[in-house]
């Protein structure tokens, strides 16, 4: 019997499942999510992606880990190419210099000269960095970066206010955003938003913006990895001063995803950015999945402004919420396909037991559609169990954050956060650290290089050595194995 060689896609998936235990889910989700295999033929691997940013990112952080992953899986591939998906950029020609009229000579900006020492020693701010290097370095005009960098991202047209499903978790933040987007005095400035994944926070940035932008005034959408990029894009190019300037003519800035925010010299910028923006009556808007004074990463001075506005916290959503969005989005797919029809019992027994977010309620009824509309099958319960077997978690325990982690372990070892996230060495700090460190690679899903970050910004090597050191202790002292299962009993209860 002859054995099918496998296809490209297939290859795909697999270099993206290892990609994704290698590096984490947070890490996978930003940089690798929208990448699509667009051909593999003849030893070279074609991808695509969204954007010219995460095109440069890609390629000067993660090729030669992509390179590896997909010699492993075939051994003729020699060639990885990135391609930005949609993106033709017309060359650009120079004006003409009038006679008897000097050219304008750039100003030399001699307080933000680009220096990458400036940055922390972080992947991300380097790999921004180099991204902004190797746009400047194919030739782009200064006048073309700069064009891109005041660009925002690009809105979703689903996400408005009319397509939000309001709850018990998340009425503050629909009420404040509702606030922000009417036009109104600045009352809520920062307004800053926190959830885990799919809880709504960018659609409701998303509603904001585009509410704002259609009234006229000035709106600029960015991640915080846009943002971080295009300001090294300007230093590069030496118009950074044309780039605070124009950005704080914004009436409103949203950014999201502030927990990617890295580099001292970015984070410094962002921070005077904010200051000229709240103390000149512009909104600004600040997503992330976590309250400002659990982001470790960012400098004191930017977490104690963003508290200084409204910080608002999404919570998961409740039975009544998750059957209200099922519904809402039932509607939707009727529009496309009149005759499609749940039963109530089959809703109602989604909504139990898909319970982490509003995304995984989407993507369940994608399915159920999918599945309607292929086989002509009526959508019953029976049907529902088996093809959402991997979304139901009825079962399975809550998920485990990392500073439930530190407070568990600062209580049952009389210590405190600080001291977790210290450099203190002596032995009744290190203890508990690694014990922390531990728990968090056993118990969540974070890759070593994000606990380092979480515990202090230590090199993921350290966490490494903790989770070593611990595993190795425990084998050999049961004192410390029982010890280990009773914080994870607390962690789980």
């Known amino acids: 019997m002859q054995v099918q060689e496998a296809s490209g896609s297939e290859h795909w998936n697999r270099v993206k499942k290892r990609l994704r235990a290698e590096l984490g889910d947070d890490v996978f989700s930003s940089w690798f999510a929208r990448v699509d295999l667009e051909e593999h033929a003849e030893g070279t691997v074609r991808l695509s992606v969204p954007t010219r940013f995460l095109k440069q990112w890609i390629q000067s952080h993660y090729n030669e880990r992509l390179m590896g992953l997909w010699k492993g899986e075939c051994d003729n591939v020699h060639k990885i190419e990135l391609t930005v998906r949609g993106a033709v950029r017309p060359r650009q020609v120079s004006a003409p210099v009038k006679a008897g009229i000097p050219a304008p000579q750039r ?65 503050l933040a629909l009420a404040a955003a509702r606030q922000v987007a009417s036009g109104g005095a600045v009352t809520f400035n920062p307004l800053y938003l926190h959830a885990s994944v799919g809880l709504g926070k960018t659609h409701l940035m998303q509603a904001v913006a585009a509410k704002v932008r259609a009234s006229g005034r000035k709106v600029l959408y960015l991640t915080a990895e846009h943002f971080m990029y295009r300001f090294v894009s300007a230093l590069k190019a030496q118009s950074a001063l044309a780039f605070k300037e124009t950005l704080r003519t914004i009436d409103l800035l949203l950014i999201d995803d502030m927990q990617f925010l890295h580099g001292k010299q970015v984070q410094q910028e962002f921070c005077h950015t904010l200051n000229a923006l709240i103390d000149g009556a512009r909104q600004v808007i600040v997503a992330a999945d976590r309250a400002p004074s659990e982001l470790d990463t960012l400098d004191d001075r930017v977490r104690s402004r963003l508290s200084g506005g409204l910080v608002v916290g ?16 039932v509607g939707l797919a009727q529009r496309s396909y009149p005759n499609f029809e749940v039963p109530d019992s089959v809703l109602d027994f989604v909504a139990r037991h898909v319970v982490s977010s509003g995304r995984d309620l989407e993507g369940a009824l994608n399915r159920l559609v999918a599945h309607n509309q292929l086989t002509n099958q009526p959508i019953t319960q029976e049907m529902a169990e088996l093809t959402l077997r991997d979304l139901i978690r009825s079962s399975e325990p809550r998920r485990v954050k990392i500073e439930d982690i530190q407070r568990v372990v600062s209580k049952h070892y009389n210590v405190t956060k600080a001291d977790l996230l210290s450099a203190r060495r002596t032995r009744t700090i290190v203890r508990p650290r690694q014990i922390a460190m531990y728990l968090a690679k056993v118990m969540t899903p974070r890759s070593l290089p994000e606990i380092g970050r979480r515990f202090g910004n230590r090199d993921h090597t350290t966490v490494l050595h903790a989770v070593r050191k611990i595993e190795e ?16 009993r607390m962690l789980d209860a």
């Open 473 to 488: 202790m425990a084998r050999a002292d049961n004192a410390l194995a029982q010890e280990l299962e009773l914080l994870k």
């Open 314 to 329: 999404i919570h998961e959503p409740d039975f009544s919420l998750r059957r209200n969005i099922l519904s809402a989005r």
């Open 107 to 171: 100003p030399k900006i001699a307080s933000v000269e680009p220096r990458l020492d400036g940055f922390s020693d972080n992947s991300n701010s380097v790999a921004a960095a180099q991204a902004a290097t190797a746009a400047l370095g194919r030739g782009e005009s200064v006048s073309e970066v700069g064009r891109d960098i005041l660009q925002g991202a690009a809105l979703d047209p689903k996400y408005t206010f009319e397509t939000f499903v309001e709850g018990e978790s998340n009425g």
